[in-house]
């Protein structure tokens, strides 16, 4: 079997500008609606309570708030989290001082757990979590840390590896591909919590390999192809790798497409951010990396060094 | 060309060897267990083992196997009705001294656990339970310390009868204020020799010598460092008390503990003992504002100077001294029983550290016929426990008597042994997971696993035809060591987990794409078939190591900044990557020398179809 069979270089750099724009659009979209709508938090962030309730039989959301809103619970709010059993009820942070911020928290949780039973005596507590203000300030702090220090990280590796121009290429076009996935849960108000932000990093990382591996053919299409002008490096080089940036992304999204329909609610959310993170993947490392490395200046002097030239016939004569 | 030299088949062979070992604890399962432990100075012994044993036979409880492992007894039977009788048995049987606590023990055979060979361990997402997260109050840490001083040395320049005009606190200094040069020289000296701990200095102002006792910074911390240790040693102790088996209680940064309970299935107990965010004090009664036993008094009515308003146990008003005589982190034990002298009356039995001793001695000396009162401090909130008359003076072990029942004296010796904290503390995090929640989420995590791997097999079978193969292969090879690594380490496995061995796997076979992908490139060049096969790893290695790399700088900065299910999902994505370039370049090379390394003359690879390229020579420009 065989997918993909070119016989020539695709001119994917003719059409750069396009692409360009079109990446341009997408970025600023998703800059805006991160601006106008911000990140759906989850509590890990934002402090507050969450809990899992699950009953004999279908319940509505609707009539959970009716029930805790008699109740006097305020500011609860309450979806479906999986099957038309199981709810989530969130309960945002008290505004009690600190220091009795538990005790608030303990006597709301109460409270809500015996409206419910009152109503319905199936209601089974499957899980709390409880988070004080504190904690998530440090961890928005320290998940920015994390994705400063891969960023850091990437680049100073490729720098070393590669060239700085690749390296700076690289970095944008990546995060380029978290903006987005960002957008995309600011626009649809999707949970962001810690696993969504661990998946936003692991694609991060992840996205990255697709770049090296169309720059590293870029350097050996330089040494080999002499002629060509850079445009034309980068096109074999695209054409080259296409089929198996294509094939290892499919074989991830096969596993991330098995834990989106069979993960449960738990992982939803962090299969979805992964399943865009490929998606914009394949794309901006391959097609928006390579015009900005284009536009960075890259030359053929930057890979094929002087002192090497002279090994240069020998390289060629290697490859039939 | 092509061939391994037997070595490296060796390595190969030894590495799944070693990874099936520790792989196969994981698929037993798991049997009903109870777990028996001793609380305070019971110990778990060999005559302890043949009571519980007599006594599950006695009540014709089957049992699979006993075995006492560290500071307690296991007993695993074979169904959970077992389980459920056998604990009411062992509680019967042994009383209070001990705890039995139901859980899970895997049902691995004994070798493999001789082995260490242990299966996977299971965060509380995947088996239930209730995690907490601790914030130790450190201000308050050091206000105690401040307060503990001004007493200290309140007393110390009373008993050398140094002669100091004011003594007092301010913000975190002690200051002491002296009318004569010789006094203040005198004490100057004495403070010296007591605390090497605290910076002294001296002044003056107003025409008084002022020397103010100032805590240095590396007692600071060393204060910080041994709140924290005993707050977790405190903790540790009221967690036995719930007889839960396997507890984490460790220190989560610099001011927070981490307390995790696994298969606890009543939170709220849990949380009563653990959450009690308690501190003990004594403090002497103050006896010239009583009129009988009685400060009713003052229901409505300000504390006087030096004085502290609290309320007793029975809601009755006391009125307590500000000095602090010791506090509950000097109480070592405090046990309840029964005075056999006096009519069998309930009491609780106190046992003291040294330094408490002392500070008790002292204190009781000239108090005798006068009253100290217990105080519990929750939450900000005094309550005092017991206001005893003190009947001589006290030394390192006395009791409190006079308790009306002996329920009281359980939950007061309770009190005041898991009261034991250096500071207060809160809960700034509770998570609280349902067992059928955490087997749910087992199952949806192995599913998604399963089922992603059968679509990776399909497709890769399908499209390199045996190449395929021998990439699903060194798959399943990565997936092994994975877990074999995960078992060996015992590194918590969490739902976050098992999608990052989910998503390894998917990004792993990467590697092997790359190389079959090079293979394919270079037969269409032209290359010959073992050629092909020599330089497409040759040349897919450089990318693998490099894509790895930066796949790894992400993993590594999740482990160090990732913090709860971040973490969890770190761990796995870093193993993961170390596996998965071992089994992509090392197992799949060797399977694929295996079948074609040797052999003189090969005609075609099995790697799908490449022979439309024979025409056209892809991308060569030049």
Same mark, same amino acid.
């Given at each position: 079997?065989?997918?993909?069979?070119?016989?020539?270089?695709?001119?994917?750099?003719? &059409?750069?500008?396009?692409?360009?724009?079109?990446?341009?659009?997408?970025?600023?979209?998703?800059?805006?609606?991160l601006?106008?709508?911000?990140? &759906?938090?989850?509590?890990?962030?934002?402090?507050?309570?969450?809990?899992?309730?699950?009953?004999?039989?279908?319940?509505?959301?609707?009539?959970?708030?009716?029930?805790?809103?008699?109740?006097?619970?305020?500011?609860?709010?309450?979806?479906?989290?999986?099957?038309?059993?199981? $709810?989530? $009820?969130?309960?945002p942070?008290?505004?009690?001082?600190?220091?009795?911020?538990?005790?608030?928290?303990?006597?709301i949780?109460?409270?809500?757990?015996?409206?419910?039973?009152?109503?319905?005596k199936?209601?089974?507590?499957?899980?709390?979590?409880?988070v004080?203000?504190?904690?998530?300030?440090?961890l928005?702090?320290?998940?920015?840390?994390?994705?400063?220090?891969?960023?850091?990280?990437?680049?100073?590796?490729?720098?070393?590896?590669?060239?700085?121009?690749?390296?700076?290429?690289?970095?944008?076009?990546?995060?380029?591909?978290?903006?987005?996935?960002?957008?995309?849960?600011?626009? /649809?108000?999707?949970?962001?919590?810690?696993?969504?932000?661990?998946?936003?990093?692991?694609?991060?990382?992840?996205?990255?390999?697709?770049?090296?591996?169309?720059?590293?053919?870029?350097?050996?299409?330089f040494?080999?192809?002499?002629?060509?002008?850079?445009p034309?490096? /980068?096109?074999?080089?695209?054409?080259?790798?296409?089929?198996?940036?294509? $094939?290892? &992304?499919?074989?991830?999204?096969?596993?991330?497409?098995?834990?989106l329909?069979?993960?449960?609610?738990?992982?939803?959310?962090?299969?979805?951010?992964?399943? $865009?993170?490929?998606?914009?993947?394949?794309?901006?490392?391959?097609?928006?990396?390579?015009p900005?490395?284009?536009?960075?200046?890259?030359?053929?002097?930057?890979?094929?060094?002087?002192v090497?030239?002279?090994?240069?016939?020998?390289?060629?004569?290697?490859?039939? | 060309?092509?061939?391994?030299?037997?070595?490296?088949?060796?390595?190969?062979?030894?590495?799944?060897?070693?990874?099936?070992?520790?792989?196969?604890?994981?698929?037993? =399962?798991?049997?009903?267990?109870? !777990?028996?432990?001793?609380?305070?100075?019971?110990?778990?012994?060999?005559?302890?083992?043949?009571?519980?044993?007599?006594a599950?036979?006695?009540?014709?409880?089957?049992?699979?196997?006993?075995?006492?492992h560290?500071?307690?007894?296991?007993?695993?039977?074979?169904?959970?009705?077992?389980?459920?009788?056998?604990?009411?048995?062992?509680?019967?049987?042994?009383?209070?001294?001990?705890?039995?606590?139901?859980?899970?023990?895997?049902?691995?055979?004994?070798?493999?656990?001789?082995?260490?060979?242990?299966p996977?361990?299971? =965060?509380?997402?995947?088996?239930?339970?209730?995690?907490?997260?601790?914030?130790?109050?450190?201000?308050?840490?050091?206000?105690?310390?401040?307060?503990?001083?001004?007493?200290?040395?309140?007393?110390?320049?009373?008993?050398?009868?140094?002669?100091?005009?004011?003594?007092?606190?301010?913000?975190n200094t002690?200051?002491?204020?002296?009318?004569?040069r010789?006094?203040?020289?005198?004490?100057?000296?004495?403070?010296?020799? !007591?605390?090497?701990?605290?910076?002294?200095r001296?002044?003056?102002?107003?025409?008084?010598?002022?020397?103010?006792?100032?805590?240095?910074?590396?007692?600071?911390?060393?204060?910080?460092e041994?709140?924290?240790?005993?707050?977790?040693?405190?903790?540790?102790?009221?967690?036995n008390?719930?007889?839960?088996?396997?507890?984490?209680?460790?220190?989560?940064?610099?001011?927070?503990?981490?307390?995790?309970?696994?298969g606890?299935?009543?939170?709220?107990?849990?949380?009563?003992?653990?959450?009690?965010?308690?501190?003990?004090?004594?403090?002497?009664?103050?006896?010239?504002?009583?009129?009988?036993?009685?400060?009713?008094?003052?229901?409505?009515?300000?504390?006087?100077?030096?004085?502290?308003k609290?309320?007793?146990a029975?809601?009755?008003?006391?009125?307590?001294?500000?000095?602090v005589?010791?506090?509950?982190?000097?109480?070592?034990?405090? !046990?309840?029983?029964?005075?056999?002298?006096?009519?069998?009356?309930?009491?609780?039995?106190?046992?003291?550290?040294?330094?408490?001793?002392?500070?008790?001695?002292?204190?009781?000396?000239?108090?005798?016929?006068?009253?100290?009162?217990?105080?519990?401090?929750?939450?900000?909130?005094?309550?005092?426990?017991?206001?005893?008359?003190?009947?001589?003076?006290?030394?390192?072990?006395?009791?409190i008597t006079?308790?009306?029942?002996s329920?009281?004296?359980?939950?007061?010796?309770?009190?005041?042994?898991?009261?034991?904290?250096?500071?207060?503390?809160?809960?700034?995090?509770?998570?609280?997971?349902?067992?059928?929640? =955490?087997?749910?989420?087992?199952?949806?995590?192995?599913?998604?696993?399963?089922?992603?791997?059968?679509?990776?097999?399909?497709?890769?079978?399908?499209?390199?035809?045996?190449?395929?193969?021998?990439?699903?292969?060194?798959?399943?090879?990565?997936?092994?060591?994975?877990?074999?690594l995960?078992?060996?380490?015992?590194?918590?496995?969490?739902?976050?987990?098992?999608?990052?061995?989910?998503?390894?796997?998917?990004?792993?076979?990467?590697?092997?794409?790359?190389?079959?992908?090079?293979?394919?490139?270079?037969?269409?060049? =032209?290359?010959?078939?073992?050629m092909?096969?020599?330089?497409?790893?040759?040349?897919?290695?450089?990318?693998?190591?490099?894509?790895?790399?930066?796949?790894?700088?992400?993993?590594?900065?999740?482990?160090?900044?990732?913090?709860?299910?971040?973490r969890?999902?770190?761990?796995?994505?870093?193993?993961?990557?170390?596996?998965?370039?071992?089994?992509a370049?090392?197992?799949?090379?060797?399977?694929?020398?295996?079948?074609?390394?040797?052999?003189?003359?090969?005609?075609?690879?099995?790697?799908?179809?490449?022979?439309?390229?024979?025409?056209?020579?892809?991308?060569?420009?030049?």
């Amino acid at each position: 079997m065989e997918f993909f069979k070119f016989k020539k270089s695709i001119p994917f750099m003719k &059409h750069a500008l396009l692409f360009n724009v079109i990446s341009l659009l997408t970025f600023l979209l998703a800059v805006f609606f991160l601006w106008k709508n911000g990140l &759906h938090l989850s509590i890990e962030f934002t402090g507050g309570a969450v809990m899992e309730v699950k009953y004999a039989q279908a319940v509505q959301p609707d009539q959970i708030r009716t029930t805790l809103d008699k109740a006097g619970v305020v500011g609860a709010e309450v979806i479906k989290f999986g099957s038309a059993q199981d $709810i989530l $009820i969130r309960l945002p942070r008290p505004a009690a001082v600190d220091q009795n911020q538990n005790a608030a928290m303990e006597s709301i949780k109460g409270r809500v757990m015996a409206a419910l039973l009152a109503t319905d005596k199936s209601a089974e507590l499957k899980r709390i979590e409880f988070v004080g203000s504190s904690v998530g300030k440090e961890l928005a702090y320290d998940g920015a840390l994390a994705l400063l220090a891969v960023c850091i990280g990437i680049l100073a590796y490729l720098a070393v590896r590669f060239e700085w121009r690749f390296a700076v290429a690289t970095i944008i076009a990546n995060l380029h591909d978290v903006v987005i996935i960002l957008g995309f849960f600011a626009f /649809f108000q999707w949970e962001f919590s810690l696993p969504v932000l661990a998946a936003v990093l692991a694609i991060l990382g992840y996205s990255v390999n697709e770049s090296v591996v169309v720059f590293d053919r870029a350097r050996e299409n330089f040494r080999k192809m002499r002629k060509a002008t850079t445009p034309e490096i /980068f096109d074999a080089a695209i054409t080259g790798t296409i089929s198996r940036t294509i $094939i290892t &992304h499919g074989t991830t999204q096969m596993v991330v497409l098995a834990m989106l329909i069979l993960g449960g609610p738990a992982l939803h959310y962090f299969a979805l951010a992964l399943t $865009i993170g490929i998606c914009f993947g394949i794309y901006s490392s391959v097609l928006v990396a390579c015009p900005i490395a284009n536009y960075l200046g890259v030359s053929r002097e930057d890979f094929v060094k002087p002192v090497k030239k002279e090994d240069e016939p020998e390289v060629i004569s290697a490859q039939p | 060309m092509n061939k391994y030299p037997a070595w490296k088949y060796v390595v190969i062979a030894l590495a799944l060897v070693m990874a099936l070992i520790y792989t196969v604890p994981n698929l037993f =399962g798991e049997s009903p267990a109870v !777990q028996v432990s001793g609380l305070r100075t019971n110990k778990i012994d060999v005559a302890l083992q043949t009571r519980v044993t007599d006594a599950l036979k006695s009540a014709s409880v089957s049992t699979d196997s006993i075995e006492i492992h560290g500071e307690s007894l296991r007993i695993k039977f074979k169904d959970a009705d077992a389980q459920i009788k056998a604990k009411d048995v062992i509680t019967a049987t042994l009383g209070e001294g001990y705890v039995a606590a139901l859980f899970n023990l895997s049902s691995s055979p004994a070798w493999l656990s001789r082995l260490n060979a242990f299966p996977m361990y299971l =965060g509380l997402d995947l088996r239930g339970g209730v995690h907490f997260l601790m914030q130790v109050d450190m201000k308050a840490a050091v206000d105690k310390a401040v307060d503990r001083y001004l007493g200290e040395s309140r007393a110390l320049l009373r008993d050398k009868k140094i002669f100091y005009s004011g003594i007092a606190r301010e913000a975190n200094t002690v200051v002491v204020r002296f009318k004569e040069r010789v006094e203040a020289d005198k004490a100057l000296k004495e403070l010296g020799t !007591q605390y090497a701990e605290l910076a002294i200095r001296e002044s003056t102002q107003a025409e008084q010598i002022v020397i103010t006792l100032t805590m240095k910074p590396e007692t600071m911390v060393k204060l910080q460092e041994s709140a924290l240790q005993q707050n977790i040693t405190a903790l540790r102790k009221r967690v036995n008390e719930l007889g839960v088996s396997e507890p984490i209680v460790q220190q989560q940064g610099a001011d927070r503990i981490l307390i995790q309970l696994a298969g606890v299935t009543d939170p709220a107990r849990a949380k009563d003992v653990i959450g009690r965010t308690a501190t003990l004090e004594f403090r002497m009664v103050a006896e010239e504002y009583m009129a009988g036993r009685n400060f009713e008094q003052f229901r409505n009515e300000p504390a006087p100077f030096g004085t502290e308003k609290m309320i007793g146990a029975s809601d009755e008003i006391v009125l307590v001294r500000k000095l602090v005589i010791l506090t509950g982190d000097k109480v070592t034990d405090a !046990q309840p029983g029964f005075d056999s002298e006096q009519g069998n009356r309930p009491l609780v039995n106190i046992r003291l550290d040294g330094a408490g001793g002392r500070a008790m001695t002292l204190a009781t000396r000239e108090n005798v016929g006068k009253n100290m009162a217990v105080i519990l401090i929750e939450k900000g909130k005094p309550e005092v426990l017991s206001w005893p008359t003190i009947q001589s003076e006290l030394g390192a072990q006395f009791r409190i008597t006079g308790i009306s029942s002996s329920l009281e004296a359980k939950n007061l010796a309770l009190l005041m042994r898991a009261g034991a904290l250096a500071a207060p503390m809160e809960i700034i995090e509770e998570r609280t997971i349902g067992p059928s929640l =955490g087997a749910e989420n087992i199952e949806k995590g192995k599913n998604s696993l399963l089922f992603g791997f059968a679509l990776i097999t399909i497709f890769m079978v399908a499209y390199y035809s045996l190449f395929g193969v021998v990439s699903v292969i060194s798959l399943a090879a990565n997936l092994l060591f994975l877990i074999a690594l995960l078992s060996m380490l015992q590194a918590t496995l969490t739902l976050p987990g098992i999608a990052a061995i989910a998503l390894t796997l998917g990004m792993a076979i990467d590697a092997n794409v790359l190389i079959n992908e090079r293979i394919r490139e270079e037969l269409r060049n =032209g290359m010959s078939p073992q050629m092909a096969i020599q330089t497409g790893y040759e040349r897919a290695l450089d990318t693998i190591i490099d894509s790895n790399v930066t796949t790894l700088i992400a993993g590594l900065a999740l482990l160090i900044w990732g913090s709860g299910p971040v973490r969890g999902f770190a761990v796995v994505h870093c193993l993961g990557i170390m596996t998965s370039i071992f089994s992509a370049v090392m197992v799949s090379r060797g399977i694929v020398n295996f079948i074609y390394g040797g052999r003189k003359k090969v005609a075609s690879l099995a790697i799908g179809n490449v022979s439309w390229a024979k025409t056209a020579k892809i991308a060569k420009a030049s």
